[in-house]
């Protein structure tokens, strides 16, 4: 399967949004996958229902061995770059290179999605909020409306209003 595949140029759109990588961070904080969060609303945007299924396997293996540690080792060069100018490159190749990881992660969950049985529902945003939980869910984020804010960022972004111009 291919790194630049449909669910990643969704996500790459999504994430440019206006306040959608803000929203994202306070939900990653909270315990959230960015990259399941941006599945959940592509699924949504596809008439499809998320199943919890889907987050397991391959793919959070890959996040929790690969992409987590990558991520511990990039904020802790971040936290000595404020003292030390000369570990700006560094930073800058373990972001791309902790983005590379992403990439390959939301592949791994396409290629999950090819072999699922999803049920079709109507696209929009009741899909995308019930998506959203399920991996809230997952997540063990047991009060969404702790998140509500930033869920709604990115629902909105997902799905705008067409009667709002911008």
Known sequence: MSLNNPPWQSALKLYGSAGVEQAALELQQAGCSINRLLLACYLAQQGLQLESSL????????????????????????????????LDQCYRALREAELACEQVELMMLWQSLSTANLCSKPSG?????ANLEQVLVEAGITDPACVDAPLGVLIAAAFPDPLVSG
């Open 125 to 129: 945003r009741e899909l995308a909020k």
């Open 55 to 86: 987050l397991r396997g391959d793919a959070l293996e890959w996040q929790q061995a690969v992409t987590h540690p990558l991520r511990a080792v990039r904020y802790r060069v971040r936290e000595q770059k404020a003292q030390r100018d000369d």
